[in-house]
């Protein structure tokens, strides 16, 4: 009797039911230990918080706290701006990266399983780690080490500027030169979403596409990019968010700071809300603008 019912589910139906159960468990999870929290930061960042002997005490000072964070705090506007900077600048490094990576990943060659954990492995050591890692006098070694040995900074800087490139662009390849250890970090979840969307491509649209003459970069733009685009907003929505909340992040080292060190938990709690509904509108506009130039299959 419920096979027969199922039957007769219309297949869209069926697709919204999968993704309400594969969302159910996160919508359970932030329930139960989520919601009490998220809350309660809103109360924090609207009273003054004072540690006691037996807990502690609310204050309310209404929206002292943002305005302290807003027009008082020196720092937090500078470093607001400096993120989102550098979000905007990590955003297509991370992403022409990780599509080179998975094209590369995706070839047929030997050892290519160890290659992948080799690109997979900044993932499986903690955020926490890696930021520890990098921040340590060791990856200052080795960067010295490999701006020595492998490419000097200086030689492709000139060579660029000879090729008559843009002042901004060069700028750009420049920067992100000097901060490889940072993208390949966090390029592994988007190396992996990329290669899985490689994978899923059927091999008889290139036979098809081939029979008809089409080159290399043709198939490349008329079938392997507008199938993966799906999964390029994905990864952009992704390394917004990673790449706000990363441990390495100064901004928040500085909610941190402000919390145990600083002007106290209210205000950090109003510097978390700030910086919270700045990534939702982020967000937002992000996906408002590339999902129209998003190509999905019926």
Do not use: C
Request: charged content about 15%; cysteine-free; hydrophobic content about 55%.
């Amino acid at each position: 009797m419920r096979k027969r019912k199922w039957d007769k589910i219309s297949l869209h139906t069926k697709k919204a039911l999968m993704g309400y159960a594969f969302t159910m468990p996160f919508a359970l999870g932030f329930a139960l230990f989520f919601l009490y929290p998220f809350i309660q930061s809103i109360v924090f960042s609207l009273n003054e918080l004072q540690i006691t002997k037996t807990g502690y005490e609310l204050t309310f000072v209404g929206l002292k706290n943002y305005y302290h964070v807003l027009l008082v705090d020196p720092q937090f506007r500078r470093v607001f701006v400096e993120s989102v900077l550098e979000m905007v600048v990590d955003i297509p490094t991370i992403l022409m990266f990780s599509l080179f990576a998975a094209t590369l990943l995706n070839q047929q060659f030997k050892g290519r399983l160890f290659a992948r954990m080799i690109f997979f492995l900044p993932v499986i050591l903690s955020a926490e780690i890696a930021a520890k890692i990098h921040q340590s006098h060791y990856m200052g070694q080795a960067m010295d080490m490999a701006q020595e040995g492998l490419f000097d900074i200086k030689s492709i800087g000139l060579a660029l500027s000879q090729l008559k490139l843009p002042p901004g662009f060069i700028m750009f390849i420049m920067d992100a030169i000097n901060r490889v250890p940072e993208i390949i970090r966090a390029s592994g979840i988007q190396i992996l979403i990329f290669l899985a969307a490689l994978q899923s491509i059927p091999s008889s649209l290139y036979e098809a596409a081939e029979m008809e003459g089409a080159t290399a970069w043709e198939s490349f733009w008329k079938i392997t990019f507008p199938l993966m685009s799906p999964l390029f907003l994905v990864n952009i929505v992704y390394t917004i968010i990673d790449t706000f909340t990363t441990p390495a992040n100064k901004l928040m080292r500085m909610i941190k700071a402000a919390a145990w060190g600083g002007a106290g938990f209210g205000v950090s709690a109003a510097m978390s809300w700030f910086y919270f509904a700045a990534i939702v509108l982020f967000l937002g506009v992000t996906v408002l603008i590339v999902s129209k130039n998003v190509y999905y299959e019926d």
